[in-house]
């Protein structure tokens, strides 16, 4: 599961998105290029938010088990969803494909414990959202030459697997200091139950270790 699951790595999924732009704009699609980078950074701007939200208030939402939305669900189902539209210009494939890829990676999260089913699903529905936009956005499919767009996925992928950024850690500090100015989220003096919510919970996205 650990080899499945890296494939939606950050160290991944960044260069492979650059590539895919950098192709698409190369290929003379440019309004392509640019929705593909603008919805993948919204995409993951919108999780970013929900896991500073989450982990900032673990105890508010403690009750709902989510403390950190998958990313790595986000971006695989994103990139899936949106590539499918790119290479095939047939919308009709876009949901399957982007539902089977963000099922995978969303099981390899639950059975490497990383993960609860909420924060996968809020992962996927991200992903999905991120896709319909990209859709909606990017306009009449454009004809591009699929053949140097894969090969170009299947160098970076190849180069990247199994590498991995530290992002997490970033998240975790911003959300601690983000709980200091949300009152409804700060615990009470000397109450060390919101840190012990979020500090000790392994590096979700990264560390691979299970969930407490």
Known sequence: MTFLTDFADQAVILPLVLTVAMML???????????????????????????????????????????????????????????????????????????????????????????????????????????AAFLYLAGPPRLVRPLPIVAAIAVVTALFHGTHLPAEAVILRSALGLADYVAVCRPESGDERHLAAISPSPVPEFGRQARP
């Open 25 to 131: 704009a190369i290929q003379g699609w440019t309004r392509g290029a640019l929705t593909w980078l603008l919805v993948i950074a919204a995409t993951f701007g919108t999780i970013l938010c929900l896991k500073l939200i989450f982990l900032a208030c673990a105890p508010v939402f403690g009750v709902l088990d989510t403390r950190s939305p998958s990313g790595h669900v986000a971006a695989a189902t994103v990139v899936a969803g949106a590539l499918a539209f790119i290479l095939t210009r047939r919308p009709a494939v876009i949901l399957p494909v982007a539902l089977a890829v963000s099922v995978m990676i969303a099981l390899s999260r639950l059975v490497l414990g990383v993960h609860s089913l909420p924060e996968v699903v809020l992962g996927g529905l991200a992903g999905l959202a991120g896709t």
